[in-house]
């Protein structure tokens, strides 16, 4: 069962231009919301979180955006730069059982120049 | 993700032998996960262990797969008798503590069978 999703496997964006992913989860006990980026043959790097008391969270060029009752996140990058050109799995945990991460299934940005 | 050490990065085994994957968690760091990447999907939860225990192994298949993390040396993910459908990335991570909500990847193993 497939909790965490995301609907895009693919987006292309020029540089500059705001990269926009999207993420949707089904399980309402999720109450923590995490992005990865990861580049091919690495491992995921963690990017930004975000809590289920917030619907936003922002670092640097990075923004999550959280719709508790859309049961929806998006991650935010601008300006888009060559070096975003990864894959962003969206990964939410629920309560104690924060280490059990259920993951999406990645969506690969590529960054346009 | 730097500091979770993990080896081999790639590993070739024939249907039916046996594949270790070792992890080492970054200093400091009690508390250990392994995740699966099957191609074209996301990252699954198999094992979480702390030192000499095993604390969740909801994730395993029941049979042929095995974890540990004993009290001195790496944490190893044991798969018996692999079969092609094993072949996948099998991903390390650790934290220092549960409720830090953000866990730290090591770059991987590769397992291809054949």
């Known amino acids: 069962d497939q909790q965490v999703k995301q609907n895009s496997p693919s987006l292309s964006v020029q540089e500059g231009r705001i990269s926009i992913l999207n993420c949707d989860y089904t399980?309402?006990?999720?109450?923590?919301f995490l992005w990865y980026k990861k580049y091919p043959a690495e491992g995921p790097t963690f990017l930004i979180s975000?809590?289920?008391?917030?619907d936003k969270n922002e670092d640097g060029r990075f923004t999550v955006f959280l719709n508790k009752s859309a049961k929806h996140l998006s991650l935010h990058i601008v300006p888009s730069q060559p070096g975003d050109s990864a894959v962003y799995f969206c990964?939410?945990?629920?309560?104690?059982?924060?280490?059990?991460?259920?993951f999406g299934a990645g969506t690969t940005v590529t960054v346009r120049a | 993700n730097a500091g979770v050490m993990q080896n081999p990065r790639h590993l070739v085994r024939r249907r039916g032998q046996e594949a270790r994957l070792r992890c080492s968690p970054m200093?400091?760091?009690?508390?250990v996960y392994w995740y699966r990447q099957l191609p074209e999907e996301g990252l699954k939860f198999m094992v979480y262990?702390?030192?000499?225990?095993?604390?969740?192994e909801s994730g395993m298949p029941k049979e042929r797969f095995s974890a540990e993390f004993p009290k001195e040396g790496p944490s190893i993910l044991r798969i018996q008798q692999v079969v092609r459908g094993d072949s996948a990335a099998y991903f390390c991570?650790?934290?220092?503590?549960?409720?830090?909500?953000?866990?730290?990847f090591g770059e991987g193993s590769w397992l291809t069978v054949v």
């Open positions: 975000i809590s289920s008391i917030k």
């Open positions: 399980n309402s006990m999720f109450d923590y």
């Open positions: 990964a939410a945990s629920a309560g104690s059982n924060d280490y059990k991460l259920s």
């Open positions: 200093k400091g760091h009690s508390h």
């Open positions: 991570a650790s934290s220092p503590q549960t409720g830090d909500n953000t866990i730290y």
């Open positions: 262990l702390q030192k000499e225990n095993i604390i969740d």
